[in-house]
């Protein structure tokens, strides 16, 4: 018996392989071994009233729920992305970094002491896997001194860009905000001297929570954008003294970098130095010779 192949019987073949393959896939992953990639903050200490981010990344998840629970609780605290049951002080944050490595966090908000204790994130497969995390709210806020640091490149040639960073650190927590200032000046995007050339990005690190980072940075720097740059934080609080510092940068060009070369230079690289050197060496050498030969003279 003779069989036909047609476009349909074609496109009805390919379909079932592919259906095949796909489902194949799945189970093949679900037959994968989930793991837990460490984090270095499974010990997080907040101190009381802030956020607390306890951090769960898990490898080849699949379709497992895993489960949030305070080890020495019963009950767990979330299951999946749901919160087992309505908690306004917690919650979860989950989302897939790419198609191999989940994330599902606790986030718990205005912690307090009670909330200290270890904690598990679990998954239930051919056996239960855990990963612990340890979490101390403190009662009273660890003494921290305010402070600001400005880093960045101080010397930068014409129509490079520069890169300016500022950290400020606040006693209870990240000030509100940070501004730059140029020659005295506030620095506004808008204006036409920074317009389509200057770039402010601010963050706050969510592992302290009582830093404020901001980056200034400018393209295509001219002669005119030379000066001192400062960077200042604006306090959380009105009785709290603002935080300032500076940094001096230079663009160079041709003469400024000649001027630095020469200032780095040995003094025996100074042609006219060189040359008084072997003029009072030659001088040197013929005194000596004088007196060998009267030396010798005496002697005789």
């Known amino acids: 018996m003779e ?3 047609t476009h349909k019987n074609i496109y009805q073949h390919f379909t079932i392989v592919l259906v095949l393959f796909i ?3 799945k189970a093949e992953r679900q037959q994968l071994i989930p793991s837990f990639i460490p984090d270095k903050t499974n010990h997080v200490v907040v101190n009381r009233g802030d956020t607390a981010i ?6 080849n998840l699949g379709p497992k729920a895993p489960v949030w629970r305070k080890v020495s609780e019963f009950f767990p605290l979330s299951v999946g992305k749901m919160m087992y049951a309505p908690n306004e002080e917690m919650s979860i944050d989950y989302h897939e970094n790419d198609p ?6 606790l986030i718990i908000k205005r912690a307090n002491p009670s909330h200290s204790g270890t904690y598990e994130c679990q998954i239930s497969a051919a056996e239960v896997y855990t990963y612990h995390v340890n979490l101390t709210v403190l009662r009273h806020p660890i003494p921290v001194q305010p402070s600001i640091r400005l880093t960045g490149t101080k010397y930068l040639n014409a129509y490079q860009r520069l890169n300016l960073t500022c950290n400020a650190t606040g006693t209870l927590r990240a000030p509100e905000a940070i501004d730059w200032f140029f020659d005295g000046n506030l620095i506004d995007e808008k204006n036409k001297k920074w317009r389509n050339r200057v ?3 601010n963050f706050i690190p969510e592992d302290s929570g009582r830093s404020f980072i901001s980056q200034l ?3 295509r720097v001219v002669f005119e954008d030379a000066g001192i740059y400062v960077c200042r934080s604006s306090a959380p609080s009105i009785n709290t003294d603002v935080e300032t510092t500076s940094i001096n940068v230079h663009v ?3 003469d400024n970098i000649t001027k630095i070369k020469r200032e780095g230079d040995n003094t025996q690289n100074d042609p006219q130095q060189r040359s008084d050197s072997k003029a009072s060496s030659r ?4 005194f000596y010779l004088i007196l060998m030969v009267i030396f010798s003279k005496t002697l005789r």
């Not at 306890?54 to 490898?59: P, S, T, V």
């Not at 191999?100 to 966090?105: A, C, D, F, G, M």
């Not at 001088?283 to 013929?286: C, F, I, K, R, V």
């Open 54 to 59: 306890l951090k769960c990344k898990i490898r």
């Open 3 to 5: 069989i036909l192949f």
């Open 252 to 254: 160079l060009g041709g």
């Open 217 to 219: 940075t400018v393209e």
């Open 100 to 105: 191999i490595t989940t994330s599902i966090n």
């Open 23 to 25: 489902i194949r896939g």
């Open 199 to 201: 770039v402010v990005s």
């Open 283 to 286: 001088l040197g050498s013929d």
